[in-house]
C-alpha cells in the first residue's frame, strides 16, 4: 500500500504534485493488472519485464511498501526469461487492486 504520509514528506506536502503522480499513475498505470495478465498468458516475457520494471518504479516514487517487494522477484525472473509462478503473480494482481482501491479513497485523488 501506498504510505501516504511518507509521500507527502518525500514532496514536502506539495498537494498538486501529489495530485499529478496519482494522476499519472492511474493513466499510464491503471490498466497494468489486465496487461501483465495478458503477457503471463502469452509467456511474453520481455514485455512482462517492461510493465513489471515500469511499475515498480512509479510506485517506489507514490512511497508504495508491499508491492514494490512483490514486484522484484518477477522483474529479476522475466529478465532471465523465467516464467515467475501463478501464485506469484496472482499475488501482485491482487496488491496492485487494493493500490488501486486505496487511491480512489486518497485525499487528492480525483
Not at 504510505?3 to 499513475?25: H, K, T
Not at 492511474?26 to 514485455?47: F, P, S, T, V, W
Not at 515498480?56 to 514494490?68: N, R, S, Y
Not at 522483474?75 to 515467475?84: A, Q, S
Amino acid at each position: 500500500m501506498i504510505n501516504y504520509a511518507a509521500l507527502c514528506d518525500a514532496m514536502d506536502g506539495d498537494e498538486d504534485v501529489i495530485s499529478m503522480l496519482i494522476e499519472l499513475y492511474m493513466a499510464e498505470h491503471g490498466d497494468d493488472i489486465a496487461l501483465m495478465k495478458q503477457h503471463y498468458r502469452n509467456n511474453a516475457m520481455d514485455e512482462l519485464f517492461i510493465t513489471v520494471h515500469s511499475l515498480k518504479g512509479v510506485l517506489l516514487t507514490l512511497c508504495e511498501e508491499h508491492a514494490t517487494v512483490q514486484l522484484e522477484p518477477v522483474e529479476t525472473l522475466c529478465k532471465r526469461g523465467d516464467k515467475p509462478a501463478p501464485a506469484v503473480m496472482e499475488a501482485i494482481y491482487t496488491e496492485v487492486q487494493n493500490i488501486n482501491q486505496q487511491i480512489a479513497t486518497l485525499p487528492l485523488a480525483l
